[in-house]
């Protein structure tokens, strides 16, 4: 028998303490230039807590001044909204940074020199990892054998990428660790590998990688971003790319706010709400990405109607070939219809003139089947975009799809003796990357980098996207830029962001530079205007051969993530 306890008795509800919450801290920035169209002569701004608070001239400021927290002396620098990079490979950016980088190498005997002074100073690595190799570039114009990887690395297992991403060298000890790979689609002998052999492989290195070399390459690439005003970044990953593990991981990094906000898109078809769910749980904001509809023209694998001019034995030897289609119009149909029942964004990565056809026939068949107007409300997307024609940047148009492009390939590889010129032939190689045409019929721009494809820059961006080796594709300083800043923002469902104006997120930098001047309105890209009665901000000066501008500070809502703290 349990001993009787006796009840308590009621007692006085306790006394409840409400307390306001902390004001959100104020700073006051003036004697600069803010770049704001809520006021093209504006030098200061204020900042409350995560917000911008108010934008104007100097002589208006006065009266924040002894309200404020802080206040910072611009001394003339500029400021402008973040830039936002949407395209972006976060993980083997910071691998490029702080590992084996080949980008620099201008023949094969440096990179095989590289090679084995990486294989020297890193003996506890499992797998050495390396980025980007150009063979286009090199003298002896081929890649580097599997023997002579396998004498620079030692034996030991190497997982190489070509520039583009899209193939990669590898030692024979790194085949003996994935079963049944020789059997795969896009192995060869003694080429580089693609497709499902080049998956395979690139599954089993990066799974090597430890948690603590995974969050020290991407706290590498996130520091890099910060440092050049950059705020946020698309990272692009799935099941082919990278793993789960490196995806979440990566997403909750972010989230500590150390650095620049990750938007993360994982590249995975969707079949049902159920797979719609399951990308949502990754923290995904859409199934988009590098969903691959082809490959890329540097490997010979992007989708071509017409064969490729070089015939390239790397693609297989025969005289015809037009890359790799891996997705149908069909298939294109069923994800975008399944992501947009679901309410998730949709996207491909598409390069070839077949690949974007497929794209486009697939999104208007899926808006025949769940409507129109609902599929442009998702604003799905597409990834680098690069050979369009008239018929497809009007689907573009009509379907309201954002052409998420990168000007730094076209910078790379344009021309009239560049990579595509040699892919493509001449007349061919002029009609990529048509970013006017695709502004002229309203269709949205996001511009990135495909970092570590090319580097991290948003100036030097923006600078390409102008100064476009086809004249008639290049678009004007304002619209590169808010295709880099503001676009985005869009390209994620935000138009509210992206801008420096009263009520918008506090994602800004600060940077010196010189003179800033307003494209004049011509056709010609080398007109500019610094007459302040334009009523239009002004940008630096970014005709090549002038310097680009220093960033001094980045601020992501509010919180300083590179440059002097102002908390």
């Given at each position: 028998?349990?001993?009787?306890?006796?009840?308590p008795a009621?007692s006085r509800?306790?006394?409840q303490?409400?307390?306001?919450?902390?004001r959100?801290?104020?700073?006051?920035?003036?004697?600069?230039?803010?770049h704001s169209p809520?006021?093209?002569?504006?030098t200061a701004?204020?900042?409350?807590?995560d917000?911008?608070?108010?934008?104007g001239?100097?002589?208006?400021?006065d009266?924040?001044?002894?309200?404020v927290d802080?206040?910072?002396?611009?001394?003339?620098?500029?400021?402008?909204p973040?830039?936002?990079d949407?395209?972006?490979?976060t993980t083997?950016?910071?691998?490029?940074?702080t590992?084996?980088?080949?980008s620099g190498?201008?023949?094969?005997?440096?990179a095989?020199?590289?090679?084995?002074?990486?294989a020297?100073?890193r003996p506890?690595?499992?797998?050495?990892l390396?980025?980007g190799?150009?063979?286009?570039v090199?003298?002896?114009?081929?890649?580097?054998?599997?023997?002579?990887l396998?004498?620079?690395?030692?034996g030991?297992?190497?997982?190489?990428?070509r520039v583009?991403?899209?193939s990669?060298?590898v030692?024979t000890?790194?085949?003996?660790?994935?079963?049944?790979v020789?059997?795969?689609t896009?192995?060869?002998?003694?080429?580089p590998?693609?497709?499902d052999a080049?998956?395979?492989?690139r599954?089993v290195?990066?799974?090597t990688?430890?948690p603590?070399?995974?969050?020290e390459?991407?706290?590498?690439?996130?520091?890099r971003?910060a440092?050049?005003?950059?705020?946020?970044?698309?990272?692009c990953?799935?099941?082919d790319?990278?793993?789960?593990?490196d995806?979440t991981g990566?997403l909750?990094?972010?989230?500590?706010?150390?650095?620049?906000?990750?938007?993360g898109?994982?590249?995975?078809?969707?079949?049902s709400?159920?797979?719609?769910q399951?990308i949502r749980?990754l923290?995904?904001?859409?199934?988009?990405?590098?969903?691959?509809?082809?490959?890329s023209?540097?490997?010979?694998t992007a989708?071509?109607?017409?064969?490729?001019?070089d015939?390239?034995?790397s693609a297989?030897?025969t005289?015809?070939?037009t890359?790799?289609a891996?997705?149908?119009?069909e298939?294109?149909a069923?994800h975008v219809?399944?992501c947009?029942?679901a309410?998730?964004q949709a996207g491909?990565?598409a390069?070839g003139?077949?690949?974007?056809?497929s794209?486009v026939?697939?999104?208007r068949?899926?808006?025949?089947r769940?409507?129109?107007?609902?599929?442009r409300a998702?604003?799905?997307?597409?990834?680098?975009?690069?050979?369009l024609?008239?018929r497809?940047?009007a689907?573009f148009?009509e379907?309201a799809l954002?052409a998420?492009?990168?000007?730094?390939?076209d910078?790379?590889w344009?021309?009239?003796?560049g990579?595509?010129?040699?892919?493509?032939?001449?007349?061919?190689?002029?009609?990529?990357?048509p970013?006017?045409?695709l502004l002229k019929a309203?269709?949205?721009?996001?511009?990135?980098?495909d970092s570590?494809?090319t580097p991290?820059?948003?100036?030097?961006t923006?600078?390409?996207?102008?100064?476009?080796?086809?004249?008639?594709?290049?678009?004007s300083?304002?619209?590169a830029?808010t295709a880099h800043?503001?676009?985005?923002?869009?390209a994620?469902g935000?138009?509210?962001a992206?801008?420096?104006?009263?009520g918008?997120?506090?994602?800004?930098?600060?940077?010196r530079?010189?003179?800033?001047?307003?494209?004049?309105?011509?056709e010609?890209?080398?007109r500019w205007?610094?007459?302040?009665?334009?009523?239009?901000p002004?940008?630096?000066?970014?005709?090549p051969g002038?310097d680009?501008?220093?960033c001094l500070?980045?601020?992501?809502?509010?919180r300083?993530?590179?440059?002097p703290p102002n908390?």
């Open positions: 028998m349990s001993e009787h306890v006796p009840e009621p509800p306790a006394k303490h409400f307390s306001r919450p902390a959100p801290r104020t700073v006051l920035l003036r004697g600069g230039e803010v809520a006021d093209p002569f504006a701004m204020v900042v409350e807590g917000r911008i608070a108010w934008v001239e100097e002589g208006a400021a009266s924040f001044a002894d309200g802080e206040v910072v002396q611009l001394d003339g620098a500029l400021v402008t973040a830039f936002t949407a395209h972006v490979h083997a950016t910071g691998l490029a940074l590992g084996l980088d080949l190498a201008a023949t094969l005997p440096e095989l020199a590289r090679i084995r002074a990486h020297d100073a506890a690595d499992r797998v050495l390396g980025h190799w150009d063979a286009a090199w003298p002896e114009g081929r890649p580097p054998s599997r023997a002579e396998d004498e620079a690395a030692g030991r297992p190497l997982y190489l990428t583009d991403v899209h990669a060298v030692t000890a790194l085949l003996d660790l994935v079963p049944g020789r059997e795969r896009g192995f060869r002998a003694d080429a590998l693609t497709g080049h998956h395979a492989v599954k290195a990066y799974a990688l430890t603590a070399q995974r969050t390459a991407q706290t590498a690439a996130l520091g971003a440092a050049l005003g950059i705020g946020t970044l698309h990272e990953a799935g099941p790319i990278s793993g789960e593990d995806f990566l909750a990094l972010a989230r500590e706010g150390a650095g620049p906000r990750v938007v898109y994982w590249a995975e078809v969707v079949a709400a159920k797979d719609a399951r749980e923290g995904a904001i859409g199934a988009a990405g590098d969903l691959f509809a082809d490959g023209l540097g490997s010979h989708h071509l109607h017409a064969p490729y001019a015939s390239p034995s297989g030897g005289a015809g070939h890359g790799v891996h997705l149908r119009a298939d294109v069923a219809a399944a947009t029942e309410g998730l491909f990565h390069i003139d077949a690949a974007l056809t794209v026939d697939g999104v068949a899926a808006a025949e769940v409507g129109l107007g609902r599929v998702a604003r799905h997307r597409v990834e680098h975009a690069e050979m024609t008239e497809t940047i689907g148009a379907l954002t998420s492009v990168q000007p730094a390939f910078a790379a344009g021309g009239a003796d990579m595509y010129a040699a892919r493509l032939g001449a007349d061919r190689a002029r009609t990529l990357n970013y006017a045409a309203g269709v949205p721009l996001a511009l990135g980098s570590p494809v991290l820059d948003p100036w030097g923006v600078r390409a996207a102008v100064f476009h080796r086809t004249r008639a594709h290049g678009i300083a304002r619209a830029f800043t503001r676009g985005g923002w869009r994620v935000r138009d509210d992206g801008v420096l104006v009263p918008a997120p506090a994602d800004y930098a600060v940077w530079t010189g003179e800033l001047i307003v494209q004049a309105p011509d010609r890209v080398e205007s610094t007459d302040p009665r334009s009523g239009t002004g940008l630096p000066d970014l005709t002038n680009l501008p220093v500070t980045t601020v992501v809502g509010g300083t993530v590179f440059g908390e």
